[in-house]
């Protein structure tokens, strides 16, 4: 896959992602490629916050793409996003057009900024057997082979030791499958702000959708036959309004729980992204409480030092 480098805006919910990336993608001739393990399924739109009303910018439509692409209910999975987001990037390039992968999941962004190698590696007898007659130390020796060695996660235990082994065995004979999931350099941007800030923000939107149907939304949904099970392990919003729909909560505890489970969940955000840090992803933060016009000024400033080619009229 082109390595050319792409833009990306993360960030916990409620930071405003959708209308930042909606502006970027429209000054800069992007599309956007989503990064939300729930805005993939049709008509999980208000629980989801999926607003496509944001998908133009004075006016004009801007494209996106990987949202409403499944029915609710089905199997959806980081290997599915991972090869769906590389079909489009390739789309969006052949046009000419830049590419910002937006999102809050951080699995989701990940997967594909890092090239997860998540295609099935069926287990090797004859490579085994030869593997299990070698030291560690030789073991150890053989990984570092075939790549870098960062840390010591496929070093620490044998069995561990041979799968990795195992598995870049089975992608040097395979080639073309490397070759799809090789890791996209990015210019990424974190959107992020004072945490009572955010938590307000997190308030006042669970009421909102509250008020525009959320309720609505998943009983419709239950009524379609989707199994209360498998809506509840959307999490978040359909976990709990199914559990009121299906008499498991009260209205009240619904919400006060709802809106608990919401700001447990931007925290893990966070703590997912600060990770990618650590492991060396460099994400320029912007506070997303600055005026309209110094945040962008700023983040197109991040994104020309960054790699990422800005109109001069944009600085």
């Known amino acids: 896959m082109c390595n050319e480098r792409i833009i990306t805006v993360l960030g916990p919910t409620a930071t405003g992602k959708t209308g930042v990336a909606v502006r970027i993608a429209a000054e ?67 046009r000419g057009r830049k590419v910002v992968l937006c999102g809050g999941s951080g699995m989701y962004v990940e997967s594909v900024l890092r090239g997860y190698r998540l295609f099935p590696v069926p287990e090797n007898g004859p490579l085994r057997h030869v593997l299990e007659t070698r030291t560690d130390e030789e073991l150890v020796a053989m990984l570092a082979a075939y790549k870098s060695l960062h840390n010591d996660t496929d070093t620490s235990e044998r069995p561990r030791l041979i799968r990795a082994i195992e598995i870049e065995d089975y992608y040097a004979r ?114 997303t409480s600055l005026p309209e016009e110094e945040k962008f000024h700023l983040i197109y400033k991040y994104l020309q030092e960054d790699g990422i080619d800005v109109p001069s009229h944009l600085l």
């Not at 990015?186 to 309720?215: F, K, T």
């Open 28 to 94: 800069l001739g992007g599309e956007i490629v989503s990064a939300d393990s729930r805005q993939v399924f049709r008509r999980m739109d208000i629980g989801s916050g999926k607003d496509l009303s944001e998908y133009q910018y004075h006016g004009i439509p801007v494209p996106y793409h990987l949202i409403d692409i499944e029915e609710p209910g089905v199997e959806y999975n980081v290997f599915r996003y991972q090869q769906a987001a590389y079909d489009s990037m390739k789309g969006i390039r052949s």
């Open 174 to 287: 395979h080639p073309e499958l490397s070759e799809r999931v090789k890791p996209l350099e990015s210019a990424i941007i974190g959107l992020c702000g004072e945490r009572n800030h955010i938590r307000e923000r997190i308030s006042r939107r669970l009421q909102a959708r509250l008020q525009e149907g959320m309720v609505e939304e998943v009983r419709r949904l239950l009524e379609e036959g989707i199994p209360p099970e498998r809506l509840i392990r959307y999490g978040l919003e359909y976990k709990f309004v199914t559990q009121y729909l299906t008499g498991e909560l009260h209205y009240g505890d619904m919400v006060s729980l709802l809106n608990t489970a919401i700001h447990q969940f931007s925290k893990r955000q966070m703590t997912w992204f600060r990770r990618m840090e650590r492991m060396g992803f460099r994400i320029r933060w912007v506070d």
